[in-house]
Nanobody, 125 residues
Framework: QVQLVESGGGLVQPGGSLRLSCAVS????????IGWFRQAPGKEREGVSC????????IYSDSVKGRFTISQDYAKNTVYLEMNNLKPEDTAVYYC??????????????????WGQGTQVTVSS
């Protein structure tokens, strides 16, 4: 059974940084894309970023482009989300997820089958 476990969330001041990790088991990052999503209280879940297994190509939502960076370590079977210049509106539970495909596009935030339990990120002074 596919398992994804997020870690690295916490409380950070505006302008600060955090790095989230998504440890993957029961499948290899060589075969599946991985996406990061977030859900703030009272809001719908939104896609944040996706990285493809085929060529390490990446996709970002407009709200995080230029501030967040997704990457993956095949040896550790772990995907990271480096978040810089954090804003209060980035506050949310962040989830990593895997679709049943190796590429993100053309619908990078659709059809994700397996999800982690989430990690809380709070940006506040």
């Amino acid at each position: 059974q596919v398992q994804l476990v997020e870690s690295g969330g916490g409380l950070v001041q505006p302008g600060g940084s955090l790095r989230l990790s998504c440890a993957v088991s029961e499948f290899s990052l060589d075969h599946y894309a991985i996406g990061w999503f977030r859900q703030a209280p009272g809001k719908e879940r939104e896609g944040v970023s996706c990285i493809s297994a085929t060529d390490d190509s990446t996709i970002y939502s407009d709200s995080v482009k230029g501030r967040f960076t997704i990457s993956q370590d095949y040896a550790k079977n772990t995907v990271y989300l480096e978040m810089n210049n954090l804003k209060p509106e980035d506050t949310a539970v962040y989830y990593c997820a895997a679709p049943r495909r190796s590429s993100c596009g053309p619908r990078p935030f659709a059809d994700f089958a397996s999800w982690g339990q989430g990690t809380q990120v709070t940006v506040s002074s």
